[in-house]
């Protein structure tokens, strides 16, 4: 069960993360740009 919860959880997780970085990045970098 644990090997499978782990499988499934941790694709996701990462990409939570990255998309969550992704944008925090994408607010940054417009900031940057047009302000």
């Known amino acids: ?3 499978i919860v ?5 694709p996701l ?3 939570g993360t990255t998309l ?3 944008q925090l990045l994408d607010k ?3 900031q940057t740009i047009f302000w």
Request: aromatic fraction near 6%; charge should be neutral; proline fraction near 0%.
């Open 6 to 10: 782990s499988n499934v959880l941790m």
């Open 20 to 22: 969550v970085v992704g």
């Open 1 to 3: 069960m644990d090997f």
């Open 28 to 30: 940054k970098l417009l």
């Open 13 to 15: 997780g990462a990409l």
